[in-house]
């Protein structure tokens, strides 16, 4: 089998594991988020690093809600261990676009481990937002955390949402089926990218679900590629602009 092959075979299965064994939280959190949302709340999102990839997926997106606001990191997680660092980065969020209590903030974090989403975080749970953690739980729960508080995410987290990913994030080993003893570790083939996006989107869909059976209106977007959809999207933006990440808006 080519790794490509094996990848795809892993990583599908990996998809299909993790959507079974975070189906309860994921119904758990609909109405959590969608009964803020129905009250004119805001979703917060943040990941640091490559992790900002995934918030990206749900912010501004074709079908998806228009009331997510993303943290942006402007150093792109190079120094998302500096402690006092994402404390910083979230206040200054704060102020300007706020956290109100009673909405929720997926905070994500493949090894949660790291000083700037655990201070986002407890920062977060201060001011009386659910925190709900994305991550690698094998990571999460195996590795030492870098801030001074002892804590990993998966500790201060209401909710955990777990990618499934193995410590590493890397499923492929290339050194062959018999590598030689003293040959050290070859790896490639991430996943917390690819599911991570996928619980986002399962996520979305069921806060979508929920609000259409309690017969909330759908603050919806669509593709600005379809006639007279930028009209729409700003007409459905409009209640939210203020409160929405101009970066990531």
């Known amino acids: 089998m080519s790794l490509a092959d094996s990848y795809f075979q892993q990583s599908t299965a990996l998809i299909a594991r993790a959507r079974e064994v975070n189906t309860p939280t994921l119904q758990t959190l609909a109405p959590v988020i969608g009964q803020s949302v ?145 040959q050290p570790p070859l790896l490639s083939g991430p996943t917390s990218t690819l599911i991570g996006a996928m619980l986002l989107n399962l996520l979305m869909l069921n806060v979508i679900e929920w609000l259409q059976q309690q017969g909330h209106p759908l603050p919806l977007l669509r593709s600005q590629n379809i006639l007279g959809a930028i009209e729409h999207n700003r007409a459905v933006g409009a209640p939210y602009r203020h409160r929405l990440s101009r970066q990531l808006a």
Do not use: W
């Open 38 to 182: 129905a009250q004119g709340g805001i979703l917060h999102v943040f990941g640091s690093g490559h992790s900002e990839v995934i918030v990206r997926e749900i912010i501004g997106r074709a079908g998806g809600l228009a009331c997510v606001s993303g943290i942006l990191d402007p150093t792109n997680g190079f120094i998302e261990n500096l402690v006092g660092y994402g404390s910083a980065l979230i206040a200054r969020h704060d102020r300007q676009y706020q956290l109100l209590p009673g909405e929720t903030i997926v905070v994500i974090s493949n090894s949660g481990k790291n000083a700037a989403p655990i201070e986002v975080a407890l920062y977060a749970k201060q001011k009386g937002l659910h925190v709900v953690g994305l991550m690698s739980l094998a990571m999460s729960r195996t590795t030492s955390t870098v801030h001074p508080s002892g804590k990993r995410l998966h500790e201060i987290s209401d909710h955990v949402l777990d990618n499934g990913g193995v410590p590493g994030d890397t499923l492929i080993d290339l050194r062959g089926s018999t590598p030689a003893p003293d």
